[in-house]
């Protein structure tokens, strides 16, 4: 099939999601076209069946707000046309899912029907979506998306709760490339971060408040009165800052480390004996399950769909938002002999074989077939 695909590049979990699906897609031998404002941060190496597109906004003394969905839309119009996709699937509804309504009208009206899917990630319908300002917008363009998919139950119950959705919503979960994933520790970058043997406790995310990173600093200040540990940062964002306070206030700064936002996420992974994730709200949580897949487990909190995701007493544990006290003491479960370590890492690891790439792929297939009976 030749399948559009349009996402953020960024490090967000909906980009390197749509990523990965690209990837995917084209080792099976789809064309795929990315249709973004960036090379995707996962897109790094070249494939000879994926094609990138660059949406390009053109700058004007007048606007004070470069018309990025309008450049957006004609885009999708021309790399439609010009390569003929026989789909268009967009992730995360702002402005995506309206764009491609937008270009859908277009190539209606020159005779081309180009159906469009629609992926919800998550903060485009719990934080953004929700907005005044962009709620009628979101709540169109989604229902006049062809299918609508969700990363989990909760983000679909959560849908239907935030608009009036006319549609099904289909959940087909977020994925993971197990193998990737599952990979033996590099011993020299383990030595460097934690030389002493101390525990590695690791924390992944774009640092934005819904993440709650005091909480990751207090649970891992709680730790590390117990065991030798080391705190691990990964990614940065606004809430970095207040968190390397917090841990000078707390006099831990020596044992946290940030190392930015990294490409080879799975060999950090590997090196971590714990992963932390007190978020707020979580439609799904990818880095979590990543973690799994890398055989660390989980300590969360169990909201949104979080707690389909992290098996509580399985995976890891779950617990409150802000429950310290909780996360605190289900951490140091995890961690307090080698052999429940043990058994957490292989539960964690086979719980995430639910979530193998190879299961959910084809339930995207099964999507795109139904418009291109050829295919
Ligand atoms: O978590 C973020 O702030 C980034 C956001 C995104 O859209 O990139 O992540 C959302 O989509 C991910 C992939 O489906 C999910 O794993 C995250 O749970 C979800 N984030 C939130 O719901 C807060």
Do not use: W
């Not at 990173?213 to 030798?228: R, T, W």
């Amino acid at each position: 099939m030749r399948i559009g695909i349009v996402c953020y590049p960024t490090f967000g979990g909906s980009g390197v999601l749509a990523t990965e699906l690209g990837k995917a897609l084209a080792e099976k031998g789809h064309l795929v076209h990315f249709i973004t404002y960036q090379q995707p941060v996962r897109l790094s190496m070249f494939m000879p069946n994926i094609f990138y597109h660059e949406v390009q906004v053109p700058t004007y003394p007048l606007f004070d707000f470069p018309p990025y969905e309008t450049a957006l839309a004609s885009t999708m119009v021309n790399v439609i046309k010009t390569n003929n996709l026989d789909l268009l699937h967009v992730h995360y509804a702002i402005p995506h899912a309206s764009a491609a309504f937008m270009a859908k009208m277009i190539l209606q009206q020159e005779g081309k029907d180009i159906p469009v899917i629609t992926t919800l990630h998550g903060t485009d319908i719990t934080l953004v979506g929700k907005d005044k300002m962009f709620a009628p917008v979101v709540s169109f363009s989604i229902n006049q998306s062809d299918v609508i998919t969700a990363v989990s139950e909760n983000l679909k119950e959560e849908t239907y709760a935030t608009f009036d959705i006319q549609k099904e919503i289909e959940v087909v979960y977020n994925f993971v490339d197990v193998e990737r994933f599952n990979r033996k520790p590099l011993d020299a970058f383990k030595k460097v971060l934690a030389p002493n043997g101390e525990r590695v406790i690791l924390h992944a995310s774009n640092f934005r408040q819904v993440k709650r990173i005091a909480d990751v600093v207090q649970v891992f200040n709680e730790i590390q009165k117990q065991i030798p540990a080391k705190l691990l940062f990964v990614g940065d964002g606004p809430e970095r800052q207040n968190a390397e306070e917090q841990g000078r206030a707390l006099g831990i700064f020596d044992k946290m480390i940030f190392v930015g936002k990294q490409e080879q996420i799975e060999d950090v992974f590997a090196i971590a004996d714990l992963f932390l994730l007190p978020s707020e709200y979580e439609s799904f949580g990818l880095a979590a399950l990543e973690a799994m897949a890398s055989k660390v487990p989980v300590v969360s909190t169990n909201a949104g769909g979080l707690k389909e995701v992290n098996i509580d007493g399985v995976s890891g544990y779950t617990a409150e938002i802000g429950d310290i006290e909780t996360m605190s003491a289900r951490a140091l479960d995890i961690l307090r002999d080698e052999a429940t370590l043990q058994g957490f890492r292989e539960r964690a690891f086979h719980h995430a074989q639910q979530y193998h790439i190879s299961n959910i792929i084809p339930q995207y297939e099964a999507i795109y077939r139904r418009f291109c009976k050829d295919c």
